[in-house]
């Protein structure tokens, strides 16, 4: 997953191009669709089966070229209910609502039944800004 939203995009070229002040986020939140995302927001998050986003941090950025990923597990498990098929991910700055940060599609999309736990291991959310 690599591609900014647009209101990421503005905030970095705010923060590094400007003089102006950038509130830099604290808090990352992994959201779950089942239509893609883009930019702008768009796709229809997974809004069933007990699902709420999940909290996720990351690594230190990797120089030269500035990749980083999850250093923690990230899981969702659906509960009295389907997410059904879930084929993007997004990283918002709240755990509701916020603001969409990047987004991109699954690697391979992954239907999730009631019971059913999506899990990303240790390094499986990967950023890069090219």
Known sequence: MAA???YAEKLLLDFLMTTGT???PTNWYVALFT????????????SAGGYTRQSVSFSAA???GGTTSN?????F???????GTVTHMG????????????????????????????TF???NIDLTMA
């Open 62 to 64: 990797s120089s030269p």
């Open 71 to 75: 250093s923690g597990e990230v899981s």
């Open 121 to 123: 291991a240790v390094g």
């Open 4 to 6: 900014l939203s647009d």
């Open 91 to 118: 990283i918002f700055d709240a755990s509701s609502s916020g603001n969409l940060l990047w987004h991109g599609a699954l690697t391979a999309s992954k239907t999730v039944a009631d019971g059913d736990t999506l």
């Open 22 to 24: 950038a509130t830099r």
């Open 35 to 46: 239509s893609a995302t883009n930019d702008a927001g768009g796709g229809t998050e997974v």
């Open 77 to 83: 498990t659906a509960t009295g209910g389907d997410y």
